[in-house]
């Protein structure tokens, strides 16, 4: 059983794409240990707990420097004996983490990375600006700085002549992220996931 942590930030709405995973048990040989947050106030919190999932706070302003206050996430993912970190919509700097948990961190863009990663903010707003007709999502394992490092999985999302950086940020979300992620934990619970150089390769 792949015990497992996510790290979140605001209303949690990438939470619910992996605790729908666990209602409907779409995640075999996976269980959820607890949702992380640095807001005691984030919605997401509310979320794992009703869903029956401890949710913790671990406050940013309690520490001196972002490092120390990443240790303080390191030590409490290691102290619940953590196989796998979830990225689910987290927005701090995930400093020591990585070194610790080396391709054992999940997450998702919005985008077809490497399309915008120069961009900070809004890949949606930016994608509409540039006038592409095709964005998408990308779930990735985290590298050694908390970023997009080896892909695992990608989906394609149109871009409609209508669409606002609020409408399409949310559709890439519902198409793309919220399947992205799920699926990318399936794979990693079943052990269906190899690094082979900077790729991931996904065995039968």
């Given amino acids: 059983m792949v015990r497992a942590a996510a790290l979140v930030s605001g209303d949690g709405a990438m939470l619910q794409a992996i605790l729908d995973s666990m209602y409907f048990k779409e995640i075999e040989n996976f269980k959820l240990v607890a949702v992380i947050s640095p807001e005691k106030d984030a919605y997401a919190m509310k979320r794992a707990l009703n869903a029956g999932v401890p949710a913790y706070v671990v406050d940013p302003e309690l520490f001196p420097t972002m490092t120390s206050y990443s240790m303080a996430i390191a030590n409490k993912l290691k102290d619940m004996d953590i196989e796998l970190v979830i990225l689910a919509g987290y927005e701090l700097p995930l400093g020591v983490v990585p070194y610790q948990y080396k391709n054992r961190i999940i997450g998702t863009c919005p985008s077809i990375y490497p399309a915008f990663e120069d961009v900070e903010g809004d890949l949606c707003r930016a994608a509409l ?36 950086p609020e409408t399409l940020r949310r559709r890439v979300m519902e198409e793309g992220e919220w399947k992205l992620l799920s699926k990318a934990v399936s794979l990693y619970c079943a052990g269906r996931l190899v690094i082979h150089g900077n790729r991931v390769l996904i065995r039968k």
């Fill in 129 to 164: 600006e540039r006038g592409v007709k095709v964005t998408g999502a990308t779930a990735y394992f985290a590298d050694g700085d908390g970023r997009v490092g080896n892909i695992i999985l990608q989906k394609a999302v149109d871009i409609m002549h209508d669409d606002t």
